[in-house]
């Protein structure tokens, strides 16, 4: 497994990661475990998470679980900020809020650290300033190892910079963001932002939830227990005619030379100097050996270009 180093930091993860969103809502214990242990022996070592990822909470539960013994092997990353109750007081990015929040995930995950902290969302009602602070504060208490944005805009991730260097904070390692072949948008802003200012993108639906794997075909029925047919009205957005205009040509050109359009999709985002790991989704052990192996492509100049010219659309 080839691993890239994240952000401005000594922090080194697999370059295929596994996204932890499917554990305590698609997979049960048992399923969760198969998929983690299949990733562990493969050398995935990035596991991302979130508090609020299965319920509120399960999949931290889940996930803590199945690594048991093996946590000490990986790179433990999950988030904060996201509704984890009623009130208004379970959300957020405020000191009062992180300061529970960090307690309650390292509990859930049975553990007494957090490699990588991360901000779900952007908390337009907390002064960032305060919010670095208090994440400071778990760095320099040991409970976080480092810390990282989502879903910042290139002018919140240089602005957290900005004060964090003033300050003396710990600084953003990694940017997780929305990032796939049907959706480059970020390249415009936060992918500059992030080269600029020493953070590694960590994109999120990396396959598009699944729209990138060559399971879905124009005009057919998908798999009956896949997400995006599971989804019904909601993945209309995504098996869009527009989408399917670029998967056709993604699939010829990776047939063209004996590859697939999962082998594409986990190859393009892996070669890219600013991508840290590609942290797709999987909810059977065979998916994570074929992204595995998918994420072998080192792709040449050449073919990036193509795929390059071949996705672009903004
Ligand atoms: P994704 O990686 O684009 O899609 C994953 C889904 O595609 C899987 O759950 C599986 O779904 C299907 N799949 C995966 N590998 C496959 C294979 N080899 N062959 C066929 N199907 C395959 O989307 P995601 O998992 O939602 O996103 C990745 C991670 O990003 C999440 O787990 C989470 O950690 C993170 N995330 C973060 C945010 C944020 O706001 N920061 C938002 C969303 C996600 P089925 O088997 O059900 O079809």
């Not at 554990?23 to 609020?52: H, P, R, S, Y």
């Not at 910042?152 to 390692?173: D, M, S």
């Not at 072949?181 to 992030?194: F, G, S």
């Not at 527009?242 to 594409?264: C, P, Q, S, Y």
Request: proline share 3%.
């Amino acid at each position: 497994m080839r691993m890239k180093t994240l952000g401005k930091s000594g922090l080194k993860v697999s370059v295929v990661g596994l996204g932890c969103n499917n554990f305590g809502m698609k997979c049960d214990q048992t399923e969760t475990d198969a998929v983690v242990g299949k990733a562990l022996d493969l050398g995935i070592t990035l596991f991302d998470t979130a508090d609020m990822y299965g319920g509120q909470g399960g999949s931290e539960t889940m996930l803590g679980k199945a690594l048991g013994a093996r946590r000490k092997d990986i790179v433990l990353a999950t988030k904060f900020g996201l509704p984890m109750g009623p009130g208004g007081y379970m959300q957020g990015a405020s000191r009062r809020y992180i300061m529970n929040a960090v307690e309650a995930s390292l509990k859930r995950l049975g553990t007494d650290y957090i490699d990588l902290y991360q901000i779900h969302f952007p908390d337009a009602e907390t002064p960032i300033e305060e919010t670095l602070s208090a994440l400071d504060d778990l760095v320099r208490a040991g409970k976080v190892r480092y810390v990282g944005s989502s879903n910042f805009t290139g002018w919140q991730l240089v602005e957290a910079w900005y004060i964090a260097e003033k300050k003396g904070y710990a600084k953003f390692i990694s940017a997780q963001n929305h990032y796939n072949l049907l959706d480059r948008k970020i390249e415009a802003d936060l992918v500059q932002a992030a080269n600029a200012y020493g953070a590694s993108v960590l994109p999120y639906f990396p396959l598009a939830s699944g729209m990138l794997t060559g399971k879905y075909k124009r005009n057919a029925a998908g798999p009956n227990d896949s997400r995006l047919v599971m989804w019904g009205e909601r993945a209309k957005s995504i098996l869009t005619d527009a989408n399917f205009d670029i998967v056709e040509k993604l699939e010829a050109f990776a047939a063209a030379r004996g590859h697939t359009i999962l082998d594409v999709a986990f190859g393009w985002l892996a070669s890219q100097p600013h991508v840290g790991s590609v942290i797709a989704g999987a909810t059977k052990p065979e998916q994570v050996e074929l992204n595995v192996k998918a994420g072998e492509w080192e792709m040449s100049a050449e073919e990036l270009a193509e795929v390059g010219k071949i996705s672009f659309r903004f």
